[in-house]
């Protein structure tokens, strides 16, 4: 099988029509030395067999195990209704949309987009997404160095590690200055550490919250220091979260970012996601990636486009602001259908959800002799716990009952040894927990 | 067309949650609670399907409307692969199952999936190992610079500058500078392939690589590239291979044997899979013997027993550029679009996007200037300048394909070619499509002389007409 529709007698007709007598002569500008054998790959195959191949795989994969695990990506409810609607192929078979009049599907759907995360996130201005929430970050890092011209940037030890190592792995041709600040005994950014660093040499402080631990916080102390300086505050956030927490906006945040993956976005072994920038008016012209905006046609009618283009790579080349030209223009259509169908009351609902299962959770494992919380600070949805024994061989145990119970941090953490981080989302009900709860209290 | 917002009653509601089925321990104290209302649409359920269903009819797309948008390979999306795509045993995955331990036990299919396809894509290109994180074509490139950097760095090589042909798409000099490059910009000659004298000029020693595609955005193939690479590497400069076009030349060579060192292949573009409005793409990123160990990491490996494993054990890699192990369902996709064409059917694609497009160029050189008189392989580029001259250009010919239901061509790019449409029609259309498509364009050329208003004031009979893009930026309203 391979898609394509014209039969050997069209070709025939169409090489007769360019006056040639073979596909091969089409080819004659590449040198002999330079043409391949033939593939070294097998013959296609059916649909019946290839179902049947990918039906065997998903059997090698353990998909239906209850997870407490999160570490920045949630196991939450989908609706149907969402999977029916981005299922359309209007939505996924078209591309950017470069020619407003005939994408004004895509177009407004993207603006709907950016308007929720503005909703959601308090801020002024958001964009048509990014790749993923790391790369989210790294976007807006580079934007705050644009911004101020300063070289120095400073990480708190509560963003999510992978995006810490991200963060690493983008900047090592760039001569950056990159010094991490440590969380405090309760879990949060460590204030007195931060405040000796801050200074007019210093372009970002990137931050998180709820941070990695999942320790929620109040950033308003910091941005009101930073700014002082004329230092951009970044923070990442979880975006079902802010159903309940206090929003960037509120604490003076210049520039938030984040993983779009719990708004209606299945795990999917990492990818696709989604990240999300928004940020202050003032910078939105050194904010990278697509933006749609609102404009008439000749007759006034109401119609959106792609917009501030000169910001862009296909325009400014070496000068852009990134070198992005695509972004998740499908996921963004899932978290914006996803917000839509949960709406006002869901997304708090949601939010509230998350919060008490958790904390239900949480004060239920802190019965079990020996087992202690790892900091103080108040959480959302997810927590660090210390337990008697090597949190990697309880995790274990657990998923032979059907169990992910968190994530163990003392593979990556010097000073965690036996921690474990924990997450509960509205999908685990109370009788999940009590055997979850149950079944660690065994194992320990 | 309102949105959602404007849509809104006060105590509508779609999904309905679960009351809560624990107590509530304790109230996060009111300092850290959010202080302004949240302020979402809140509709009933058919409203928003109705609403949703109606902004897709407002797109053209490539199941309803021939899509030859050049460079940007709008083939057809098998179905089957979106099926695949949908299977729980693959979207119930959490990312981190790996990591923990014997982890990788728990993800064995999606790690097989992974690792074959890798070692498909190491057949199809003759890389030697690839890495799927990469999120997106220019993300691709953006690794690819990382690997250049960490090579030139472990050699203690002093290298500032990458050099790359003005027809190359933005995202190539975008992607070198913030990597840290200048950019160092080689004309093209009056072929439409780089000057091979200015490339010369500009190679010496600061040169850390060359970006080039092949074929090229004119898609023309530079039949010199094998003779570039052997220069570049005089100066111990690595090649890089933009894969956006490599519809063109799949089963028919491969980027090694051009001496490419790193190459990026567009899995949206030649293997098929949807491009979603704008993403989700993916841009798996392959590199030569020598430069492997820089590859990201984790890489999937298979055991001796014939598990499969992810393996962080390499101290030059340049590290994460994915969260994880990149879109996975998007390769997933591209790898049963694969499987199911084999190689006979992966050599049909090249073949057939050629004739393709040899067979619109063909209809389409009387009526409009062709600027380099030579045979192309999976796309074109044509130029408007002959009807700029009575004042029509290029954009009004793309708004006036609407009329006839064709997705335009992309236009005014590339930018070296005066009023350029650039068509690529891809091996999944039918010779009647074609036929119909290249009529358009002829009927389109005879109205510039007969009746050029009908082309000036196109579209006509959509919904919307012409947008005004000046007014956008001036009166920026970027939210509802």
């Known amino acids: ?444 | 067309m309102k949105t959602i917002f404007e849509k809104s009653i006060k105590g509508r509601r779609a999904v309905r949650l679960p009351k809560s089925d624990v107590p509530l321990i304790r109230e996060i104290h009111d300092k850290y609670k959010r202080k302004k209302e949240l302020e979402m649409a809140e509709v009933a359920e058919i409203d928003l399907v109705r609403h949703y269903v109606q902004l897709s009819k407002k797109n053209f797309c490539v199941d309803a409307n021939f899509y030859p948008l050049g460079s940007c390979t709008m083939k057809y999306n098998p179905k089957f692969a979106e099926e695949i795509a949908k299977y729980e045993g693959f979207t119930n995955l959490h990312p981190l199952l790996p990591q923990l331990r014997y982890g990788g036990m728990l993800t064995q299919g999606a790690l097989e999936v992974m690792y074959n396809f890798e070692m498909l894509l190491t057949k199809i290109t003759g890389m030697a190992e690839f890495s799927l994180q990469p999120m997106a074509g220019a993300h691709g490139e953006l690794t690819g610079i990382l690997v250049v950097a960490a090579y030139h760095r472990e050699k203690g090589n002093k290298k500032t500058k990458i050099l790359i042909p003005d027809s190359a798409h933005g995202t190539n000099p975008a992607s070198a500078s913030i990597a840290g490059y200048k950019v160092v910009s080689i004309p093209s000659d009056k072929n439409g392939i780089m000057d091979m004298e200015k490339f010369k000029a500009a190679l010496d020693d600061e040169v850390a690589g060359c970006m080039l595609t092949s074929p090229n955005t004119l898609g023309i193939f530079n039949p010199h590239v094998k003779e570039i690479s052997d220069l570049v590497h005089q100066v111990d400069g690595l090649m890089y291979y933009d894969g956006a076009n490599f519809n063109a030349l799949i089963g028919k060579c491969m980027p090694a044997d051009l001496g490419f060192d790193i190459i990026h292949l567009n899995l949206h573009k030649t293997f098929a899979t949807p491009h979603g409005g704008g993403g989700p793409g993916a841009g798996a990123t392959g590199v030569c013997q020598k430069l492997r160990k820089f590859l990201p990491i984790p890489r999937v490996v298979e055991r001796k027993d014939g598990t499969f494993a992810l393996d962080y054990d390499h101290i030059n890699s340049i590290g994460y550029i994915a969260p994880f192990y990149g879109n996975f369902l998007v390769v997933l996709r591209a790898y049963s679009y694969i499987l199911t064409l084999g190689k006979e059917g992966l050599k049909a694609v090249a073949e057939n996007a050629v004739l393709n497009a040899n067979y619109v160029l063909n209809k389409l050189k009387k009526y409009y200037d062709i600027p380099h008189p030579v045979s192309c392989l999976h796309e074109f580029v044509i130029s408007a300048k002959k009807q700029a001259q009575k004042g029509i250009h290029a954009l009004d010919i793309a708004k006036r394909l609407m009329d006839f239901n064709f997705h335009p061509p992309t236009v005014y790019f590339p930018l070296i070619v005066e009023e350029s449409i650039m068509i690529e029609p891809t091996e999944t259309e039918s010779k009647e499509t074609l036929d119909e498509f290249a009529q358009a364009m002829i009927t389109i050329a005879k109205e510039v002389d007969g009746n050029p208003s009908m082309i000036k004031e196109a579209p006509h009979g959509l919904e919307i007409s012409r947008l005004d893009e000046v007014k956008a930026v001036k009166e920026l309203k970027l939210r509802g």
């Open chain 1, 1 to 444: 099988m391979n898609y394509i529709p014209n039969t050997d007698e069209d070709r025939k007709i169409m090489l007769k029509e360019l006056g040639l007598s073979s596909i091969d002569e089409l080819f004659k500008i590449i040198p002999h030395s330079l043409r391949c054998k033939d593939l070294d790959i097998a013959q296609g195959k059916s649909e019946i067999e290839l179902r049947k191949y990918f039906k065997n795989l998903t059997k090698k994969n353990s998909s239906e195990l209850a997870y407490f695990m999160g570490g920045g990506f949630y196991d939450h409810f989908i609706p149907a209704t969402l999977d029916e609607i981005v299922g359309r192929a209007e939505f996924y078979t078209p591309y950017t949309p470069y020619q407003p009049e005939i994408s004004q599907g895509t177009l407004q759907a993207m603006f709907e987009f950016q308007t929720s995360i503005c909703k959601l996130t308090g801020m002024e201005v958001a964009n048509a997404s990014l790749y993923d929430g790391g790369t989210a970050l790294y976007e807006a890092m580079t934007m705050a160095i644009r911004i101020t011209g300063r070289k120095k940037v400073i990480v708190c030890a509560g963003v999510n590690l992978i995006y810490k190592t991200m963060l690493k792995s983008y900047t090592k041709n760039l001569f950056l200055n990159m010094l991490e600040i440590p969380v405090s005994e309760e879990g949060i950014t460590s204030r007195a550490n931060l405040k000796k660093e801050l200074n007019e040499e210093v372009a970002c402080v990137i931050l998180q919250n709820p941070n990695f631990f999942g320790c929620v916080d109040d950033f308003s102390d910091i941005t009101e220091l930073a700014h002082k300086y004329g230092i951009i505050v970044i923070s990442s956030v979880y975006p079902i979260s802010l159903g309940m927490l206090k929003t960037p906006a509120e604490m003076n945040i210049d520039i938030v970012t984040g993983e779009g993956q719990s708004l209606g976005i299945p795990l999917s072994f990492g990818g696709p996601y989604l990240g999300f920038m928004a940020t202050i008016m003032k910078y939105v012209r050194k904010m990278p990636g697509r933006i749609v905006g609102e404009t008439n046609d000749k007759n006034g009618k109401k119609g959106y486009v792609l917009t501030l283009q000169a910001r862009e790579q296909h325009i400014r080349r070496e000068n852009a602001t990134s070198n992005i030209c695509s972004n998740e223009a499908w996921c963004a259509l899932r978290a914006l259908v996803y917000m839509s169908l949960l709406g006002k009351e869901g997304i708090k609902e949601v939010a509230n959800l998350c919060y008490q299962k958790a904390n239900y959770l949480l004060d239920r494992l802190l019965q079990i002799p020996n087992v202690e919380r790892k900091f103080s600070a108040p959480i959302f949805n997810e927590f660090v716990l210390k337990l008697p024994k090597k949190s990697s061989e309880v995790i274990n145990d657990l998923i032979e009952k059907g169990f992910v119970c968190g994530f163990p941090l003392e593979r990556y953490f010097k000073d965690m040894d036996h921690c474990i981080l924990i997450a509960v989302t509205e999908k685990r009900t109370k009788e999940d927990i009590g055997m979850l709860a149950e079944a660690l209290e065994a194992a320990l």
